[in-house]
């Protein structure tokens, strides 16, 4: 008798337990009967053949036709071909130098048969699949017989060194032997929600008598998932509520109200209400840890920048980190530029209210970042921007109140908790995380749960309509000629083109990548690239425009002057047509700016279209968005790109973009990690689920934040947090 955290090799042989690590990374019996089968196969229900795509691994249940054998052509031995169907399609089956199947091959007898599907002369075929006949009473696999005795055969993820019925018969044995399961949820939260215990549940999931017994099962093991991570994430803020903050009394400031009297706009309803309830945050002697999230263009930078001046009026320090360089720089300038005087303190013109903000990189040279230091740590600088070199380094503040991290998408738990450790004293900064676009409120609470949720839900007035096509450069060179026509009349009218490209291209060995910039798989067709797109339109189509390349490794100077060139309208030296990479991805800002065609589009992802999209649109006049493929009609990468022209709302394009993908990599994309300690829950589907997981956790939290009374609760949550890596609370 074992129970769930028994090694493997105690209960299922060594063998067979190095195989199962070897394939599938389970180690303990948890593991194994956590290895929950992706489907179940009716044994009078055959599987769609209909439905298998090539290249897939697939365990098919099918029913012989016929059985064929001839004698290879061009060496000895033979191939013996079974026709499978499942009433409507075919599959071929083929077995080289295995002569003797053709006895248990019979037409008319039901199998298992796994493999991986290719495709031979037109036809989809499994080559040397692995088989498991069902017994039909005649000459019987013991085997089978006893795994296959229900009227449900589980289907399992599967290798094909651990054939789905391997692991079938592995978790039999487990489950033969399994005894004193702990169950992480209480009997209060069971009777609560109706659910089924651990055990029960684990068995039912892998031996159902019935349909209805595998979603009793998965109900329980759903729940469960959702559960422990809410715990997880409401002891976190249950934690972070206990830390001590200095309180930033903001709002009564000069330089906020300074600031906000030189605004050449009304802040939108949205900004100033999520502006108080930072406000309110900040007054608290406990740090925020708030995210604000709202679509490409919602005005999120304004609100940064204010709770920073409300913190600086306050006497504290506030910090900005962004992703990458370019964007640093970029913050740096657009700050600087929007406070105007207020950024001057103590120079010539300068503001007596103002402050100075100081620009931190890794790239800088030593004698200006020793001066930016310096005015960190004297204080002068209330407002310090940087890149992870901020966090790295030896930087001291002089009493740092608030950190906004932007674009948070890239940003791990672990930086967010280093940069905590900055605050003097044992007090923490108060934290306020900006993503780059919307999330869909399911994600938001699954992957940033600890912290409260701020939503700008509209755009500021007289934004510029972005009118967005997709150019199918192959079948349209009409468009592709006129795409560059509209270019030059831009142009011609003072505006900005932004033309993007997946990769860089020049021969400097791997394309360095700056944040996610695309590097060269070395899949498929020629990608464009930046180097040679923007060598043939300058002397091509665009031939007299001033075209020039932006890419991650120029050097940061290069970068920078590069996109003041392309910013500025009345620079001598001004840009037209920047052909880049995604290092403009996120948060670059010229409103000058009014076409941008992105090359190969079905390259990128649909967020990240969204987002390479919202580099336009931000000035007076009326934008196009042009995204060029060599996909055809109807193929996924082409309805992609179809969906993100057919609308500008970053909500429903996030809602799409998961129908799209699968759900594990949006997770993964945005918090490494989490994926792995999702199995069924799926956070878009299971929104009940998860906002009643997210209740019952948080009150089991408050009754016991130490959760001493529920040891099994605490052993499940050290799993998870020991998959996540996100050691985060030893952290905080
Ligand atoms: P986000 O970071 O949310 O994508 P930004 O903060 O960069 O958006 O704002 C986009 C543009 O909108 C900037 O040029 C900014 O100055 C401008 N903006 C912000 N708030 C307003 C507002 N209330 N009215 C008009 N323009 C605004
Ligand atoms: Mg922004």
Not at 267 to 292: F, K, N, Y
Request: proline residues 4%; charged residues 25%.
């Amino acid at each position: 008798m074992s129970g769930l955290s028994a090694p493997l090799s105690s209960v299922v042989g060594g063998k067979t337990a190095k195989a199962l690590e070897k394939a599938l990374g389970l180690r303990t019996v948890d593991d194994l009967l956590r290895h929950y089968p992706r489907r179940y196969a009716e044994r009078g229900t055959l599987t769609d053949l209909a439905m298998l795509e090539e290249g897939e691994s697939v365990t098919v249940l099918a029913e012989i036709e016929q059985v064929t054998s001839r004698p290879m052509q061009q060496r000895r031995g033979s191939i013996l071909e079974a026709v499978v169907t499942d009433g409507k399609g075919r599959l071929s089956l083929t077995f080289f130098n295995q002569k003797w199947r053709e006895h248990e091959l019979r037409p008319g007898r039901r199998g298992l048969f796994a493999g991986q599907i290719s495709s031979f002369r037109g036809k989809r075929q499994l080559a040397h699949p692995q088989c498991l006949l069902l017994p039909d009473g005649v000459d019987d696999d013991p085997a089978a017989i006893e795994e296959f005795a229900g009227a449900l055969i589980p289907v399992y993820p599967a290798t094909a060194a651990v054939t789905s019925w391997h692991l079938a018969g592995s978790i039999r044995v487990a489950l033969d032997t399994l005894a004193d399961v702990e169950d992480p949820l209480s009997d209060d939260v069971r009777t609560a929600e109706g659910i089924i215990g651990l055990e029960q549940a684990l068995r039912q999931v892998h031996r159902p008598t019935d349909a209805q017994s595998w979603r009793e099962a998965q109900a329980r093991l759903r729940f469960e998932e959702a559960f422990v991570l809410q715990v997880v994430l409401a002891q976190r803020r249950a934690q972070m509520a206990l830390l001590p903050a200095t309180a930033r009394i903001t709002g009564s400031g000069p330089l906020q109200a300074a600031f906000d009297r030189q605004l050449p706009f009304e802040l939108t309803g949205g900004q100033v209400e999520v502006g108080a309830e930072i406000a309110a945050d900040l007054a608290g002697t406990h740090p925020m840890h708030r995210l604000v999230q709202g679509d490409v263009g919602s005005g999120k930078t304004i609100v940064a920048l204010r709770a920073m001046l409300g913190v600086v009026d306050a006497g504290g320090q506030a910090a900005m980190l962004a992703p990458t360089e370019v964007l640093a720089v970029q913050h740096h300038r657009s700050m600087t530029a929007m406070l105007g005087p207020l950024a001057q303190r103590g120079m010539l013109g300068g503001d007596v209210d103002g402050t100075k903000v100081a620009l931190l990189t890794g790239s800088q040279r030593t004698a200006t970042r020793r001066r930016q230091l310096l005015d960190v740590i004297s204080g002068d600088a209330g407002i310090v921007i940087g890149t992870h070199a901020l966090i790295q380094d030896a930087v001291e503040f002089r009493d740092l109140g608030l950190v906004v991290i932007d674009e948070q998408h890239r940003f791990g738990v672990e930086q967010r908790a280093a940069l905590a450790a900055k605050a003097r004293g044992g007090t923490r900064p108060h934290v306020l995380v900006m993503t780059a676009t919307p999330i869909p409120r399911t994600i938001a609470m699954t992957v940033f749960g600890d912290l409260d949720i701020s939503t700008l839900t509209e755009l500021p007035a007289g934004r510029s309509p972005i009118a967005t096509h997709v150019v199918a450069v192959l079948e349209q060179p009409g468009h592709v000629e006129r795409a560059w026509e509209r270019v030059r009349e831009a142009a011609a009218a003072g505006h900005r083109i932004y033309v993007v490209c997946p990769r860089i291209g020049d021969t400097g060995g791997p394309d360095a990548a700056e944040g996610d910039e695309g590097d060269d798989t070395g899949d498929g067709p020629a990608v464009a690239s930046v180097i040679a797109v923007a060598e043939r339109l300058a002397s091509t189509d665009l031939s007299g425009l001033r075209v020039e390349v932006l890419h991650g490794r120029m050097t940061a100077e290069a970068k920078d002057d590069c996109l003041r060139r392309f910013t500025d309208v009345d620079a001598a030296d001004g840009i037209d047509v920047l052909v880049s990479t995604t290092v403009i991805e996120v948060g670059v800002d010229v409103p000058a700016a009014t076409i941008m065609i992105i090359i190969d589009a079905d390259r990128f992802g649909i967020s990240q279209l969204h987002q390479l999209r919202g580099r336009v649109g931000r000035g007076a006049f009326p934008s196009l968005c042009l995204l060029f493929t060599e996909m055809p009609k109807g193929s996924p990468a082409r309805e992609r790109l179809e969906a993100v022209a057919s609308t500008t709302d970053g909500f429903e394009l996030s809602r799409k973009d998961l129908e799209f993908r699968r759900e594990g990599d949006v997770l993964g994309s945005m918090q490494s990690g989490r994926r792995s300690s999702l199995r069924l829950l799926e956070v878009v589907r299971d929104e009940a689920v998860i906002e009643r997981a997210r209740a019952a956790a948080m009150a089991v939290v408050e009754q016991d934040p130490s959760l001493v009374s529920q040891p099994a609760l605490l052993s499940a949550i050290a799993a998870l947090v020991h998959d996540d890596q996100a050691d985060f609370m030893e952290k905080a």
